[in-house]
Each structure stands twice: as C-alpha cells, then as structure tokens.
C-alpha cells in the first residue's frame, strides 16, 4: 500500500494567489482529515469527512478556505486568496471506517505565501 | 470540548536515559489516547496507543500508561538512542461509538538525545 499520497510536496505561491493542495487516501478508508501544522499552533484540524461527506469544518480558519471530495479517493484543500500567514504544513490524514482508532497520516504539503 | 495539555515542551537526555512525557486531558469520555512521532520534516507516525479499558502498554523500549482517574497519560522511552530525537505529539478522541472522531492533540514534546 503507497499510504496516504499528498501533492504538492512544497508550494511557494505569492499573497493573493490560488492554492490547491491534493491527496488521496488509503484505499478502502472511509474517513479524510486535513491538518494544517504550524511553531504557533501546533496541529489544527480544519475538516474531516466521513464517505466523502464533509462531517465538521469548524477548525476551517475563514472562508478563504475550501475542502472537497469529490471521491473516495482523491480530495482538495483550497485557499483563494492566499496570505502570508497561511504559511504552514498541510497534512492529510486517513482512517478506516468501523472500529478501526489508526489514523494515518500523509507526507505533507509545506505551503509558503510571500 | 476536549483540551490536551502536554508537558515538557522540550527535553533533553542523554543516550541510555529514560525519557517521560506526560498529558493530561478534559473529557472524561475520551477513550483512545495515542502517541505520534515526527521526525525533522517528516509526517507524524503513530508509535503507540492505549485504550481506556488497560492502564498499561508496552513495545519494546516504549511504554503507555493510563490514569483515568486522574485524566492523565504518559509514554515512557527507555535506554533512549540518538534515533528517538524528534517531537512526540500526544492526543486524546472520545468513542467511535458515540461519534467521536476527531484527535485532539496536545502542543508536542521536543526531545533531544545526546550521545
């Protein structure tokens, strides 16, 4: 199994523009999580989904941001428009359904706004 | 909700020492409690969890213990190896069952081993 697949792996992007960042679960799991990480913050939750169903986004920090999946196995995590202070870690995070407590976490995306 | 709070922020010891990193948590209906490592530039890695229904867990060199009473659990490296230098980020979720499915972390614990 490849685990979770995230790309890009580092996207430097000036303020004000688009960014999209991309993953793609373990196959067979039925839940996504998107993380963003920073020194300040340590790890944040911004939304989960559960069979591709956005179940709680309140840790999304404004509406900038924009999280969808359209399938089981791919979703996106998107800022429009970008900020300095969006500069962080974005992880994705996968987990199988039913009792199944591991959640498995992707490589990362290192996102820097200028 | 449920709150994290993990404790030291950094520790330093010396190769063949114990290391102890403790949390403690809010919620009393949380019932997984695991532990992640990440190295420099990697993604967190899942070295350990414990459940509510033990009080202790070991793997080799790394232990869990859990006090529910006293809303609180630590994991235990021993005869610590340059290797384990990273920070460890401890979390706590409530049951499946009852729709719990968020990991709530806590801030994470530089650990630093000298040879």
């Known amino acids: 199994d490849a685990g979770v697949i995230q790309s890009p792996r580092h996207e430097v992007t000036e303020m004000g523009q688009e960014v999209t960042l991309r993953c793609k679960p373990i196959?067979?799991?039925?839940?996504l999580f998107w993380y963003r990480q920073t020194m300040m913050r340590g790890l944040e939750l911004l939304i989960y989904?559960?069979?591709?169903?956005?179940?709680?986004d309140s840790g999304m920090p404004e509406d900038r941001f924009s999280a969808k999946m359209p399938n089981a196995s791919f979703s996106t995590l998107k800022i429009q428009p970008s900020e300095p202070r969006d500069s962080a870690v974005y992880f994705c995070?996968?987990?199988?359904?039913?009792?199944?407590?591991?959640?498995?976490f992707g490589p990362g995306t290192r996102l820097t706004v200028l | 909700g449920e709150n994290v709070e993990q404790h030291p922020s950094t520790l330093s010891v010396q190769e063949g020492d114990s290391a102890v990193i403790k949390c403690t948590y809010s919620?009393?209906?949380?019932?997984?409690f695991p532990w992640y490592k990440q190295e420099l530039g990697k993604r967190p890695q899942l070295i350990i969890d414990?459940?509510?229904?033990?009080g202790e867990k070991k793997d080799q060199r790394i232990a869990v213990t859990l006090n529910k009473t006293a809303k609180h659990f630590s994991l235990h490296i021993t005869e610590t190896q340059p290797e384990d230098s990273a920070v460890y980020f401890c979390?706590?979720?409530?049951?499946?069952?009852?729709?719990?499915?968020?990991?709530?972390f806590g801030a994470g614990t530089r650990l630093a081993v000298h040879p």
């Open positions: 414990i459940r509510s229904n033990v």
């Open positions: 919620d009393s209906a949380s019932n997984y």
């Open positions: 995070a996968s987990r199988a359904g039913g009792s199944t407590d591991t959640q498995y």
């Open positions: 989904f559960n069979n591709n169903v956005p179940i709680d």
């Open positions: 979390a706590a979720r409530g049951p499946l069952s009852g729709g719990y499915n968020k990991l709530i």
């Open positions: 196959s067979g799991h039925d839940y």
